[in-house]
């Protein structure tokens, strides 16, 4: 008898699979509608290099203003026309001379979408919501500090990272 109510319960299940609507043909349709925006990569050039004149003896710091520093480094990022930007970088980077000696240097960094350097407005470390102009365009200037009282004579050279990404 038993064996008889294992059938049957089991026959009474695969009735309920089958009715269920998983497994019903229906005329009904779904329909998903796909979209893809497609974005341009972007493309960042240097355009002048960090320069630092005249550093006289005994002087302790060098200083640049990426606003109004002519010496301030120049980029140009280009991407997408109006696309929103988030701009990260690391504010801190050793200088090296090529011997054991080295120096920390503090980057600021300004931005604006016009190539104007006197209304670029300072960027933090970590900005969002910056936008490439009508022509896909954004303008980097860098500057920074740097302590050189206990510098060793030679030339010093680093790096600069940016990392500029679409949001």
Not at 74 to 101: C, D, H
Request: glycine share 8%; charged share 20%.
């Amino acid at each position: 008898m038993s064996k008889a109510l294992l059938i049957a319960a089991i026959a009474a299940f695969c009735v309920f699979l089958w009715n269920t609507p998983a497994h019903c043909q229906s005329s009904d349709s779904i329909n998903i509608r796909v979209a893809a925006n497609v974005i341009k990569s972007i493309e960042l050039v240097t355009i002048r290099n960090m320069r630092v004149d005249n550093v006289q003896p005994g002087q302790k710091e060098i200083a640049l203003s990426p606003v109004t520093d002519s010496g301030a480094g120049k980029m140009i990022a280009r991407g997408t026309p109006g696309a929103q930007i988030r701009v990260s970088y690391f504010e801190e980077w050793q200088l090296n001379n090529g011997r054991s000696s080295s120096l920390t240097f503090r980057y600021r960094l300004a931005g604006n979408a016009e190539n104007k350097q006197n209304t670029a407005e300072l960027l933090l470390p970590d900005n969002r919501g910056l936008r490439f102009n009508k022509d896909g365009e954004f303008f980097f200037w860098v500057g920074g500090r740097v302590n050189i009282e206990n510098a060793q004579p030679g030339t010093y050279e680093g790096e600069f990272t940016i990392e500029i990404e679409y949001i």
